[in-house]
């Protein structure tokens, strides 16, 4: 149950976002046991962003899962969604961020796993 939201201060047209989206489907596969066919995606883009006192283009992605994961499949996937951001949006690795939350309690489907 893995969820990425992207927030950038940059625009994202449709054919990124969908590029975007089905790069993430396939990196998400980095953490074991988590597959596209739970991912929840979510985009916000032009957002009004500063960051190292700039409004140069900046995002970041908020990963969270459903359960834990080890340092070298977050680190994996850190370098991996940092690469999609710099291809797709042509922003600098040093202006993005990748936050991540290991949730214990997930609601689905009108109850909690």
């Not at 899962?65 to 797709?88: K, Q």
């Not at 922003?91 to 939350?101: K, L, S, T």
Request: proline share 4%; aromatic share 10%.
């Amino acid at each position: 149950m893995p969820y990425i939201a992207t927030t950038t201060n940059v625009s994202i047209s449709g054919r990124k976002k969908e590029s975007i989206k089905e790069r993430m489907g396939e990196a998400i596969e980095l953490i074991p046991g988590k597959t596209e066919s739970w991912l929840m995606l979510s985009f916000r883009d032009n957002v009004h962003m500063y960051f190292k006192g700039d409004d140069e283009p900046c995002a970041i992605m908020q990963v969270k899962l459903f359960g834990t994961a080890d340092e070298d499949a977050y680190a994996n996937l850190t370098e991996t969604l940092t690469d999609i951001i710099r291809e797709e949006l042509d922003i600098d690795p040093d202006r993005i961020y990748v936050a991540y939350e290991e949730i214990n309690t997930w609601g689905w489907n009108g109850g909690n796993l």
